[in-house]
C-alpha cells in the first residue's frame, strides 16, 4: 500500500473514571520510519500504545494500523503487530526457546515453523547459549532482548516498543538500540516510547512529545531541541560580584548574552567544539577567576520546562493512572 | 472450521506451559503430591478415633470428603498463575497476538485436570493403603472419579476470577482460602452433618459440597443418594458455567497493574 500511513490515528482519547489519561491524540507515521513518543511517566505513552496494540478500546477518535482498523479490525491487526514492553512479559519458568516456540504457535505459524524461527531469533539476539535455560536465570538485559525476540516471531510489519529500555544499564540499553536499528533497516515500522531524549534522539527519525495525554510539540530531533534551545556552558565563578565583567566578556562567543541563573552564569553557545577553552581563554584574560565550568545540553526536563511551564517529572509521584492499575 | 480449531491449539499450547512449570517449581509439586497424602493420613489417625460415623469406618467416611475437598483447592494454581500473569505483563502480551480470547484461561483451567488427575491417584493410593475399601461396581467408581474432576473443573473457574480480580498472587491465594475452606468444613465432608448445631446443620444440607461428598459415598460406598448424584453434577457444571462466563469477560478488559 504505497503512500500509505504504517500508523494513524485521529482524535483518540481515554479516560479511566475522572482521570483523563488521552485527549484527543493524532499520530502519523510513514511505513519504514521510526516514531519517538516523548513524555514523562503518566503522559499517556502507555494509554496510547494500548489503543494502537488492540488492548484498550478507545472512548473517542479513530485509528488505522497497518490499514486496519483498531477497533473493527482487531484480529486481523493482531497477525501484523509486534509488542514489547517495560515489563518484559515472557515466561519466567520457561526456557528461552519454550518462551518464543510458545509465541510462535500462538501466531499459529505452519508446524515446524516456532521450533525453526525460534532458535533462528535466539541466535540472531546473542541468546542462543541461553536458549536451553530458565528466563528466571537470566540477566534484565537477557530478558528485554528474548521479550523483543518474542514481539518478531511473527515478522510484523509495525512494532511497538513501551519504554523498551527502562531500568537497563547502559551497554544492554546500546545493544538493544543496536537490535532496533537493525529491524528498522529492513523495513519495519516501529512507535517506540520513552522518558530519555537520547534515546528518542537515537532512534527516532520523528518525535512526538506526549503530556497529559495531549501532543505538544512534534518534529525531528533538531527540531525540537531548536524549540528548547541549544546548548550552553554553566560556569561558577570564584566571586559572583564579577558576574556583569565575565558576561561582557563572553558575549561575543556566546549565542546569547550570559546571564546569572541559579548562582551560575549560564552561557548559551552555537556550538560545541572548543566553547569552554574559548569561554575559559576569555575569563583569564579579564582576570576573573573560575570555579568550574560544565557543558550543558538540553533534557528532556529542558523540553518540558520549555514546551509546558511545568518540569517532567512534576506529578511523577502524583496521578498516574497508568500505575495504578 | 480454523476458528475452533486454533482455540483448541491455543488452549493445548498455553495447558503445556501451565504443566511445564511444575516440575519446575517443587513448592507447587508439593502441593499436589505430598499435601494430599498428609491430609488423609492426619485425618485418618488423628481425627478418625474421635468422630463417629455411624455405618461406615472413618477411613471410608473420610476419603469421598477429603478428596472433594483437595479437588476444590487444586485450581489455587490457576489464581496463582493468572495474577502473576497480570502482574508481568503476559496478559498483555497475550491479549496482543492473535490467539483466542478464552485459550489463556482454558490452558490454565485445563493443566489443573491434569494435576487434579495425579492428586486423585494418589490420595486413593494412600487411602486403600489406609485401609479404605471400595464398595461398588466399577463403572460407579469410575463415575465419582469423573465427578471428582468436574467438581475441581468448576473450582478452576473460580479461582480463575479470584486470578483476575485480586491485587496479587499472595492476595489470590488468601482469598481462595479464605473463601473456600470454611465451606468444605461446614458440609459433610468430614463429620455426619447430625452432629452440627442446627443452624450450621441447615447450611451444611444445601452447601453444594455436602451435595458433592454425599454423591461421592454413593458411588464410592454404594451409599443411599437419593438424587444427589445428578445433583452434584448440576451443581458443578453451573458454578463452571457461572465463573467461566464472569472470568473470560473479566480477562477481556484485564489490564496490568
Known amino acids: 500500500m504505497p503512500g500509505e500511513l504504517a500508523i494513524e490515528a485521529h482524535g483518540l482519547c481515554k479516560s479511566y473514571g475522572e482521570v483523563r489519561a488521552l485527549e484527543s491524540v493524532d499520530l502519523q507515521v510513514p511505513p519504514g520510519t521510526v516514531l519517538g513518543l516523548l513524555g514523562p511517566n503518566g503522559a499517556g505513552k ?22 486496519l482498523d483498531v477497533v473493527r479490525e482487531a484480529p486481523k491487526l493482531r497477525t501484523r503487530i509486534g509488542l514489547a514492553g517495560q515489563y518484559a512479559a ?4 520457561l526456557t528461552g526457546a519454550e518462551n518464543l516456540e510458545m509465541v510462535g504457535r500462538l501466531y499459529h505459524l505452519p508446524k515446524g515453523e516456532p521450533r525453526a524461527r525460534a532458535a533462528e531469533l535466539l541466535e540472531r539476539f546473542d541468546l542462543g547459549e541461553s536458549a536451553d535455560r530458565l528466563v528466571r536465570t537470566y540477566s534484565g538485559g537477557m530478558r528485554r532482548r528474548l521479550d523483543l525476540a518474542a514481539a518478531l516471531v511473527a515478522h510484523p510489519p509495525v512494532l511497538f516498543l513501551d519504554e523498551p529500555t527502562t531500568g537497563l544499564d547502559p551497554r544492554s540499553r546500546i545493544g538493544l538500540w543496536e537490535t532496533i536499528e537493525g529491524r528498522v533497516s529492513e523495513g519495519t515500522t516501529v512507535l517506540l516510547t520513552t522518558q530519555y531524549l537520547d534515546e528518542a534522539d537515537r532512534l527516532a527519525d ?8 495531549r501532543v505538544i510539540a512534534e518534529g525531528s530531533s533538531d527540531e525540537l531541541k531548536d524549540q528548547v534551545g541549544g ?29 546569572m541563573a541559579d548562582g551560575v552564569l549560564r552561557m548559551p553557545i552555537r556550538r560545541r567544539q572548543g566553547a569552554i577553552a574559548e569561554a575559559v581563554r576569555r575569563l583569564n584574560e579579564v582576570g576573573i577567576g573560575i570555579d568550574d565550568v560544565a557543558m550543558r545540553r538540553p533534557t528532556l526536563d529542558d523540553v518540558f520546562l520549555t514546551l509546558t511551564g511545568h518540569a517532567a517529572d512534576g506529578d511523577k509521584d502524583g496521578a498516574d493512572p497508568e500505575a495504578e492499575r | 472450521m480454523t476458528g475452533f480449531r486454533h482455540a483448541l491449539s491455543d488452549t493445548l499450547v498455553l495447558a503445556r506451559r501451565s504443566l511445564l512449570r511444575i516440575p519446575r517449581a517443587p513448592d507447587l509439586l508439593l502441593s499436589f503430591t505430598v499435601q494430599p497424602i498428609m491430609f488423609v493420613l492426619l485425618f485418618a ?11 461406615y469406618s472413618y477411613i471410608d467416611f473420610l476419603m469421598p470428603g477429603i478428596i472433594v475437598q483437595t479437588m476444590s483447592f487444586g485450581g489455587f494454581v490457576t489464581a496463582l498463575g493468572l495474577a502473576e500473569d497480570l502482574r508481568k505483563g503476559l496478559v498483555d502480551r497475550f491479549r496482543s497476538l492473535p490467539m483466542s480470547r478464552g485459550a489463556v484461561l482454558a ?3 485445563l493443566a489443573d485436570v491434569v494435576t487434579n488427575t495425579v492428586s486423585i491417584a494418589i490420595m486413593l493410593g494412600v487411602g486403600v493403603i489406609a485401609g479404605f475399601d471400595f464398595d461398588a461396581p466399577l463403572p460407579h467408581i469410575v463415575a465419582g472419579v469423573l465427578l471428582l474432576l468436574l467438581f475441581g473443573y468448576a473450582f478452576s473457574w473460580v479461582f480463575a476470577f479470584v486470578g ?4 496479587s498472587p499472595e492476595a489470590a491465594q488468601s482469598l481462595g482460602f479464605i473463601v473456600i475452606f470454611p465451606l468444605t468444613f461446614v458440609s459433610s465432608a468430614f463429620v455426619p452433618v447430625e452432629s452440627m448445631p442446627g443452624a450450621l446443620q441447615a447450611f451444611a444440607e444445601v452447601n453444594p459440597f455436602t451435595i458433592t461428598v454425599d454423591a461421592m459415598r454413593a458411588l464410592f460406598l454404594d451409599a443411599p443418594a437419593g438424587h444427589n448424584v445428578w445433583g452434584a453434577v448440576a451443581w458443578s457444571v453451573g458454578i463452571a458455567a457461572f465463573f467461566a462466563a464472569l472470568s473470560v469477560n473479566r ?7
Open chain 2, 164 to 167: 483476575l480480580t485480586s491485587s
Open chain 2, 251 to 257: 480477562y477481556k478488559r484485564a489490564v496490568v497493574r
Open chain 2, 107 to 109: 490452558g490454565r483451567t
Open chain 1, 46 to 67: 502507555t494509554t496510547a500504545v494500548r489503543i494502537l496494540t488492540t488492548l484498550l478500546p478507545p472512548d473517542g477518535g479513530s485509528a488505522r494500523v497497518a490499514g
Open chain 2, 45 to 55: 489417625y488423628v481425627f478418625g478415633g474421635a468422630i463417629d460415623t455411624p455405618g
Open chain 1, 90 to 93: 515472557v515466561d519466567e519458568n
Open chain 1, 206 to 213: 520523528r518525535i512526538s512529545v506526549i503530556d497529559r495525554g
Open chain 1, 231 to 259: 546548548e550552553w556552558i554553566d560556569i561558577t565563578l570564584e566571586s559572583q560580584a564579577d558576574a556583569g565583567i565575565a558576561a561582557a566578556a563572553l558575549e561575543q562567543v556566546a549565542a546569547e548574552r550570559p546571564a
